[in-house]
C-alpha cells in the first residue's frame, strides 16, 4: 500500500511538472492591436467622435489602459492634461493640429531631465521607450501655471525615448527655462533617442525650439517651421540645436526669427554670442544640414567645435543680420549654399582652438562687412578657404 501510494505521487508529480512545461513552451497570444478614442464629452466610438457610447474623456486614462501597437485616436476638443507615455509602440493622433490642443493650466513636474538631474515639467514625456508616434496635435504651454522654482519647460520630452512628431504643433512653451521639443539620451551613452520631425510647426519658444544632446540621440528634422519671435529679447534662442554628441539631419525647413537683444549679443563673436537659426555644438560626425531656408537669425548656421561634423550644403541663408555661417574652433566645410545680405557671409573664429572653414561653390552676395571674414584669438588662428 505504501509503495502504491509513492508510485501515485510520483505519477501526480511528474503529471504536474508536464502541465507546467506545456505552458512554458506554449506561445502567449497577444492581443491584436487595438484603437481607443478619446473625446472631450464621453462620447464616441474609434472613428466616429460623434456617436454615443461612453469613451474616454482624458487622454491619460488611454494611455493607461493601451497595450503596446495601440493606437490612440483623440477628437477634436482641448485637454486641460499633461500626458506621460511609458509604453512601447503607441500612436497617439489627433483630428488636426488646429482641431486637436493638449492646453494643460497647471504644469506640474513629472520627469527629472537627464544630464542635469533637475526636476522638470513635461506636457507630453515619453520615457524610455521605442515607438512612440505622435500626430496632428497641437501641444500649447501658453497657459500653464508652473512650480514657483520655475524648473525646465517642454512641450514634448523624449526621454531616453524614440518615435515620430508628425504634423503637429508645439508653440506657447516660453516660461522658465523651456524647450519647445527635446530629445535626449543618457551623456554616457547608454542609451538612445531616435526622433522624426517631420511636417510640423514650432514657436513662441524659450531657449529652442527644438533641441537633441547627448550621445545615442539622433533627430531627423525634415520639412518643419521653427519660428522665433522676429525681434530682439532677453532670451538668447536657438531655432535647433544639436549638442553634447548628439548628430542628425536637418533638411527641407524653415527656421526664422531668432534674435538676441542682450548686451552680451552682438556681431564680435570674439566677445559676443547671439541666436542661431541651427546651432551645433560638439555634434556626431554624420551631421548634416541641407536644403534649409533660414533667414533673419543673428547667425543663421553656428558649427561650435566638432571639426568634421557637419555637412552644410544648398541651404537659402537670407538677411541673418550677424553672420550668414560661422565655423568656430575646429574645422567644417561649407558647399552650395546661397548666402544674402547680414554683415558677414562666412567667418571662421578661433577662440578656444584653431578653424578653418572650407568653403565650396557657395554663392555669397550683399553682405554689409564683407563676403568672408576670419576672427582669431588667444594665440589661434582662423581661416577661410574658398573653391
Known amino acids: 500500500m505504501v509503495e502504491r501510494q509513492c508510485w501515485m505521487r510520483r505519477i501526480t508529480a511528474l503529471l504536474v511538472l508536464g502541465i507546467v512545461g506545456a505552458l512554458a513552451l506554449t506561445p502567449v497570444a497577444h492581443a491584436a492591436p487595438t484603437r481607443l478614442l478619446v473625446d472631450d464629452d464621453g462620447r464616441g466610438v474609434p472613428g466616429n467622435c460623434n456617436a454615443n457610447q461612453p469613451t474616454y474623456t482624458r487622454i491619460q486614462a488611454a494611455v493607461d489602459a493601451a497595450h503596446p501597437g495601440d493606437t490612440i485616436q483623440v477628437c477634436a476638443g482641448t485637454y486641460d492634461e499633461q500626458v506621460v507615455v511609458k509604453k512601447p509602440d503607441l500612436r497617439i493622433v489627433g483630428a488636426g493640429a488646429s482641431r486637436t490642443t493638449i492646453r494643460p493650466s497647471v504644469g506640474s513636474i513629472n520627469t527629472v531631465a537627464l544630464a542635469t538631474g533637475l526636476p522638470s515639467v513635461a506636457i507630453l514625456l515619453i520615457d524610455g521607450v521605442t ?13 500653464a501655471t508652473l512650480p514657483a522654482d520655475c524648473p525646465p519647460y517642454f512641450g514634448v520630452y523624449y526621454r531616453n525615448a524614440s518615435g515620430t512628431v508628425d504634423s503637429a504643433h508645439v508653440t506657447g512653451v516660453q516660461q522658465c527655462v523651456s524647450v519647445g521639443i527635446f530629445a535626449q539620451s543618457p551623456e554616457d551613452g547608454s542609451g538612445a533617442a531616435e526622433v522624426m520631425i517631420r511636417d510640423t510647426v514650432v514657436d513662441k519658444y524659450g531657449v529652442a525650439g ?17 519660428t522665433g519671435s522676429g525681434q530682439p529679447n532677453e532670451v538668447t534662442s536657438s531655432g535647433v540645436q544639436i549638442g553634447f554628441g548628439a548628430g542628425g539631419r536637418v533638411t527641407k525647413s524653415v527656421i526664422r526669427g531668432n534674435l538676441c537683444g542682450q548686451e552680451s549679443c552682438g556681431p564680435d563673436p570674439l566677445t559676443q554670442g547671439g541666436a542661431a537659426g541651427i546651432l551645433t555644438f560638439q555634434a556626431a560626425p554624420g551631421t548634416v544640414i541641407s536644403a534649409n531656408d533660414l533667414a533673419n537669425n543673428d547667425f543663421g548656421v553656428w558649427l561650435l567645435e566638432g571639426s568634421g561634423c557637419c555637412r552644410t550644403s544648398k541651404n537659402t541663408l537670407t538677411d541673418n543680420r550677424f553672420f550668414g555661417i560661422i565655423i568656430q574652433d575646429g574645422s567644417n566645410q561649407t558647399s552650395n549654399n546661397e548666402i544674402s545680405g547680414g554683415n558677414v557671409g562666412i567667418a571662421a573664429v578661433a577662440l578656444t582652438a584653431n578653424a578653418v572653414a572650407t568653403s565650396r561653390d557657395d554663392v555669397i552676395r550683399g553682405t554689409a562687412v564683407a563676403p ?16
Open 131 to 143: 515607438g512612440v508616434n505622435v500626430r496632428a496635435l497641437r501641444l500649447d504651454g501658453s497657459t
Open 210 to 226: 527644438i533641441i537633441c544632446n547627448e550621445p545615442g540621440t539622433d533627430c531627423m528634422i525634415r520639412s518643419s517651421t521653427i
Open 372 to 387: 568672408v571674414q576670419t576672427y582669431s584669438c588667444c594665440g589661434f588662428t582662423a581661416e577661410v578657404i574658398r573653391r
